[in-house]
Each structure stands twice: as structure tokens, then as C-alpha cells.
């Protein structure tokens, strides 16, 4: 209990940080917020003034930041420049469709990565060591969008079994989750490989041989426990980069997400959906990362400990 | 039994000498490879003398025959577009990645060395950054200054650093502790002597190993930007911007994106390589595939310092990280078993046969 309200604690000043990080983007953007809005409108110098007062640009920094923050906890994230809709709307009508796009792709780096990289482990420079070493080959190397290019052209146009461009159906998730997730499956293969092989040769493999274990009790209850732990932690720290992957392959197979809203908006200057957008992501981050967190020290109650006394 | 032993022996020798004559190979393949890569970023034209910007009258040539990579809709020559492309990438990269060390060095000799006041302000900035995902951090910074290859420098540059500072602040503090610290110290050393004559050089390695683990991840990071058209504009060439301008006609043309999608793909493999490799040359003794996940675990350092060190990081050979384990250790008996080296397997334990393989 003491560890999760130190770990609560510990996120308090990230939090406060990333929400001065959005707010001041307002005023490091070059041009007036309040020019911006009116874009196209032919709005007099009077009528933009007016509108500076209304968005409170005129207030001295603090009392905005504090107006900012007070918005922000009642869920209201200002409104977009180009449709003129509530940002917190339009945010949370597209997370839909990124968390499902973040989460397949994270289950295609559970499901290839996690087996792949104990076989390889359990039996070094077999075959499926072999296929481990492909996989994390192809997964490093080749860029997410690129990946995604080359398993449309295979799969969308030579075989046609799966749609090209998003279709809002669970075909059209298919060729996203596996560009956006082969990275990460690749990442952890080479990472659960590893340990695998390390945890093998450690004391408590052999006394529990000793003690007679099965080599599944072995493998599943000792080595692949002790091994799943940086995995985890892996997975957490990656998820930040995936969200922002999945930014980028939302682009490639016009998936409507928060990723494509994010990028469209940052070339049209859109700021309140950018700010939006980072508050929203670094808070995923923190939540994600606190409940890694939280399970690895379910899984290995020594983190707990060393924290406490540190 | 002693026939055996020389036989023994014998193996082992010629293993050793394979595997030095191998390394051998390895270090004049890759000294070539990064020779080759120098020249396409300082001097792209040595591989082609046709413009990558010329408009051809051979429009959308499939690969082969004059043009070795075909063309594009205006008949431009892709091979030429791909060898000069590679500049903007190459440029941003290892321009961002360098930013990156110069900013994170010195942001994290000041976060280990100065007054408490002023490095927990230092490392808590830092944090801050390190919870935004890198990609998010460059995007926000190109949003404010506008698209452009400079402004990919600035943008990696200030991603990076975070990550940096993090592990040099993590290093600056193992060493602190050290003797010979702690003697220029007493001997009347100033802050900033004690940072640029002490403790620089021994942070040197650590330095090493996390540029070049960084290298392929900017690679990526880099084209990736000038793949959202952040980056080089067109008609100007980059493997990005190309890539995504052939993806629009992937199913008529396939050659227009996946010779640029190749040539990023073997840079990031060669960046990947090349810091294996220089990790073995600065460090022979550090296992050859945790190389590119330091960054990571300089990352996760961020994170409650018992996640940086209960997973059992395997104790490294060299003295700097040694000493890793000195101040934390509230504790001694969590570091214990990580600091004695495995068991070695003895014959007939049933893990050898998998050893030997």
C-alpha cells in the first residue's frame, strides 16, 4: 500500500509538468492565438481584441496557466480552431479507434514476441532460434511504415485478403496492428531470449531441478516468471511510442484516430488539439506506466521492498 | 585423458583464433560500409552522375535496364533520388544524435554534480520530457518552429536529451562515491574541474555505447518525420518524403516507395551493426545483444530505482558500472547475487548440449 502511494506521489510533478509543457505551446507557437481562430473571417482588429480578452491572452501568465489547469479538470480542453467543436469531443470520439489500433498492436507483440523469444531461449540455436532471429531482424530494421507499405502491397493488392485503407471493421485492423506491433514483438523476441538464456543458468533454476520440478514447472514458474519482468517494464516504457506509432500508421491507412487528428493538426497550427493531444498522451503514459509498475511488483514483490527502503 | 585435453585445447585455440580473425573481417567490412555512407552524405554525386531532379522522358520505368531503380511519374532516375536522398537523412540523424550527446552530457554532469537545489530542478525537467514519447516531442517542437531539416536536428536533439542526461546523470552519480572523486575533491578540485577532469573521461564509455545505440533509433525517428512531410520538401530528394510520395501509387508502381523504404531499412541496420561493433572494440567482454537496449535501461532508471536494478541486470565487466551498485546499496542483499557471475554448467547437467549449439 505504501509502495502504490509513493509510486501515486512520485507521478504528481510529471503530471504538473506535462500540463505546463501543453500550455505554454499556445504562447511558443509563432502568431496570436486569437488571429488564428478568426482565420478567414475578416474580423476587425476591434473584434480580435475582443476576442484576446475572452480567451483571457490579456491576463498576466500564472492566472492563464491557473485557468488552464481548472479547465482541464473539468474535462474542457478549448475548442478547435477549424471546426469550432469542444477539443475534450472530438479527442475522446477518435480514442476509440486509436486504443483498439494500440492494443492490437501490442497483442501482436505479446502473442509473436513472448513465445518466440522463450522457445529461442529455451532451445538456443535450434530453428526456432532461427525464426526468433528473422523475426527481430525484420522487426528492428524495417521502419513501422514501411512495413506497412510492403504488407499492403503482399496483402491487399497481390492477395487480396485484407483491405488496403481502413474499412472500420476488424479486417481493416489486421495490416495496422501487425506493421505498428512487429517492432515491438521483434524488440521483446531479442529481450525474453535473453533473459531465458540467462535465467537458465542461474542458482534457482538448478536447486528447483534438484528438487525435482518438471522442466515445464521449471520453465514456466521460474524462468519465464523471473524473465517477464524487464518485459513488462518493456512493454510500459514502449507504450508511449507505440500511441505515437500508431499516429503515423492511423496516417498511412486513413484510420480517423487521434494519431492523424494530432499530425493534421500540428500542419495547421491547430493548438488547442495539439495541447489536447499531449495531455491526453502523457497522461496514457503515466496511468500505463503506473500500473506496469504496479505488476511488477504483483510479480516480483522485491521491487517493493528495495523501494521502500530506498 | 591428456590426449583428450590437448585435443581440448587444440579446438579452443583454432575457436579463438576463428573468432579473432572474424572480428577482423567484421572491423574492414565495417570501416568499408561506414566509408561508403560518409561518402553519400559529404559527396552523393560520386555515385551517380544523373540528377535525382531531371525530368526524364521515360515515365514510371519498371526497375532495370537504364534506370537500375526505374523512374517516377516525371520520368526522374529513383536510383539517383535514393543515393542523394540520403544526405537530409544522414545529416539529421547523426546532427540530432550529436545535439543530443553535447546537451545531455552537460545536463547531466550538472544534474549529478551541482547542489541539490539545482539538480533536482534539473532531473525533474528531465522527467517530465521522458514521460512524452520521443516521437511526440519532436512533433510538438517542429509544430512551434516550422518543417525543415534544421528544425529535425532541433527536434531529435531535444527528444534525445532527456534520455541522455538520464544516463549520464545515473553514471555521474555511481562515480561520485569513487576514490579518486572523492581525492580531487578533498585535494580542493573546483565543481567543474572535478566534472571535466574526472569524471568526463570515465564517462567516456557509457557515452560511447549510448550514441551508438542511438544512432539507428534517430535513423528512424528522422524518416519518419520527413515521412509525415515534416521534413525535406519535394522535389527536393529524401528517402521520407519519397516513401511517401510512391505510397499514394503503391499498386501501379511498387518500386517508388520500396527503394527508399530499403535504403532506410539497411541504414538502420548498419547503424544497429556498427554500434555492436564499436561496443566490442571499446568493451570485448559485454554481451553482444544488450547492446541496443541501453537506452532503454537508461530509461527505465527513471522509473522507481528498484526497477533499474531488481530485474537483475547481469553485473557488466567494467569497473565504471561496477560501481553502479555502491551507493544504492541500502540493501547488500539484493545486490548480491547479481554481482556473482552464473554457474558455470558443468558437463552432464543437461544444459551443455544447448551451450554448445
Known amino acids: 500500500m505504501a509502495f502504490v502511494l509513493r509510486r501515486l506521489l512520485a507521478s504528481i510533478p510529471v503530471v504538473v509538468g506535462i500540463t505546463v509543457l501543453a500550455f505554454l505551446l499556445i504562447h511558443l507557437v509563432p502568431g496570436d492565438p486569437a488571429q488564428a481562430m478568426l482565420f478567414g473571417s475578416n474580423a476587425s482588429p476591434e473584434q480580435i481584441q475582443q476576442l484576446r480578452d475572452q480567451l483571457g491572452l490579456t491576463q498576466p501568465l500564472w492566472h492563464q496557466y491557473a485557468t488552464f489547469l481548472g479547465e482541464l479538470l473539468h474535462g474542457d480542453l478549448g475548442t478547435s480552431y477549424v471546426t469550432h467543436n469542444p477539443v475534450a469531443h472530438e479527442?475522446?470520439?477518435?480514442?476509440?479507434?486509436?486504443?483498439?489500433?494500440?492494443?492490437?498492436a501490442m497483442l501482436v507483440a505479446v502473442v509473436v514476441g513472448v513465445p518466440l523469444g522463450l522457445v529461442a531461449g529455451v532451445w538456443p540455436g535450434s530453428i526456432a532460434d532461427t525464426a526468433a532471429r528473422l523475426v527481430s531482424f525484420v522487426g528492428v530494421a524495417i521502419p513501422y511504415f514501411f512495413l506497412a507499405l510492403l504488407l499492403v502491397l503482399v496483402f491487399a493488392f497481390h492477395l487480396g485478403w485484407l483491405p488496403a485503407i481502413d474499412t472500420g471493421t476488424a479486417d481493416g485492423l489486421v495490416l495496422p496492428a501487425l506493421s505498428l506491433g512487429w517492432g515491438y514483438a521483434a524488440i521483446l523476441t531479442r529481450l525474453i531470449r535473453g533473459r531465458v538464456v540467462d535465467e537458465y543458468r542461474s542458482d534457482y533454476v538448478r536447486s528447483a531441478r534438484a528438487r525435482g520440478c518438471s522442466e515445464l514447472r521449471v520453465l514456466l514458474a521460474h524462468v519465464f516468471r523471473n524473465s517477464s519482468i524487464p518485459a513488462v517494464t518493456m512493454l510500459g516504457l514502449q507504450f508511449g511510442n507505440i500511441l505515437t506509432g500508431a499516429a503515423v500508421?492511423?496516417?498511412?491507412?486513413?484510420?480517423?484516430?487521434?494519431?492523424?487528428?494530432?499530425?493534421?493538426?500540428?500542419?495547421?497550427?491547430?493548438?488547442?488539439?495539439v495541447q489536447g493531444a499531449i495531455v491526453l498522451i502523457g497522461l496514457s503514459y503515466i496511468v500505463i506506466n503506473l500500473v506496469v509498475d504496479l505488476v511488477v511488483g504483483a510479480i516480483d514483490p522485491r521491487t517493493q521492498l528495495s523501494t521502500a527502503a530506498a | 585423458m591428456s590426449t583428450l585435453a590437448i585435443a581440448r585445447a587444440g579446438r579452443v585455440a583454432r575457436r579463438q583464433s576463428r573468432s579473432r580473425s572474424r572480428q577482423r573481417l567484421t572491423s574492414v567490412v565495417m570501416v568499408v560500409v561506414l566509408l561508403v555512407f560518409l561518402v553519400l552524405l559529404v559527396h552523393p554525386g560520386s555515385f551517380t552522375s544523373v540528377s535525382p531532379l531531371d525530368n526524364g522522358d521515360d515515365f514510371l520505368a519498371?526497375?532495370?535496364?537504364a534506370h537500375l531503380f526505374g523512374t517516377d511519374q516525371l520520368g526522374r532516375d529513383i536510383?539517383?533520388?535514393?543515393?542523394?536522398?540520403?544526405?537530409p537523412v544522414l545529416a539529421a540523424s547523426l546532427g540530432g544524435v550529436l545535439l543530443a550527446t553535447v546537451a545531455g552530457v552537460v545536463i547531466g554532469l550538472v544534474g549529478g554534480t551541482a547542489p541539490r537545489v539545482v539538480s533536482v530542478v534539473v532531473m525533474r525537467v528531465v522527467d517530465v520530457l521522458l514521460a512524452l514519447p520521443v516521437l511526440l516531442i519532436a512533433l510538438i517542437l517542429i509544430a512551434t518552429i516550422g518543417a525543415g531539416v534544421k528544425s529535425i536536428v532541433l527536434a531529435l536533439g531535444v527528444a534525445y536529451t532527456p534520455g541522455f542526461a538520464r544516463v549520464v546523470e545515473a553514471s555521474v552519480r555511481s562515480l561520485r562515491s569513487v576514490e579518486y572523486?572523492?581525492?580531487a575533491k578533498i585535494f580542493g578540485s573546483s565543481g567543474v574541474r572535478t566534472a571535466v577532469r574526472h569524471l568526463l573521461p570515465n564517462l567516456m564509455t557509457e557515452i560511447v555505447v549510448m550514441v551508438s545505440s542511438a544512432v539507428g533509433w534517430a535513423v528512424l525517428t528522422a524518416t519518419t518525420l520527413s515521412f509525415l512531410g515534416l521534413g525535406v520538401q519535394l522535389p527536393e530528394p529524401d528517402w521520407g518524403s519519397d516513401l511517401a510520395a510512391g505510397a499514394t501509387s503503391l499498386s501501379t508502381a511498387w518500386w517508388l516507395s520500396t527503394f527508399p523504404g530499403l535504403a532506410i531499412t539497411v541504414t538502420i541496420l548498419v547503424a544497429n551493426y556498427a554500434g555492436d561493433w564499436v561496443m566490442t572494440l571499446i568493451d570485448p567482454g559485454r554481451a553482444r545483444s544488450r547492446t541496443r537496449f541501453r537506452l532503454l535501461g537508461g530509461l527505465r532508471s527513471s522509473l522507481p530505482p528498484a526497477a533499474a536494478v531488481a530485474p537483475g541486470e547481469p553485473a557488466s565487466l567494467t569497473a565504471t558500472s561496477a560501481a553502479d551498485h555502491v551507493p544504492a546499496s541500502s540493501n547488500p542483499a539484493d545486490h548480491v547475487p547479481a554481482d556473482v557471475p552464473g554457474p558455470v554448467p558443468m558437463p552432464g547437467q543437461g544444459l551443455t548440449s544447448q551451450e554448445r549449439a
Open chain 2, 79 to 87: 536510383f539517383s533520388r535514393v543515393v542523394h536522398g540520403a544526405q
Open chain 2, 62 to 65: 519498371s526497375p532495370g535496364g
Open chain 2, 181 to 183: 572523486v572523492q581525492a
Open chain 1, 91 to 104: 479527442l475522446t470520439s477518435r480514442a476509440p479507434s486509436t486504443l483498439a489500433l494500440t492494443g492490437a
Open chain 1, 249 to 273: 500508421t492511423e496516417v498511412i491507412f486513413g484510420r480517423p484516430g487521434v494519431g492523424s487528428f494530432l499530425a493534421s493538426s500540428i500542419t495547421s497550427k491547430n493548438i488547442p488539439v
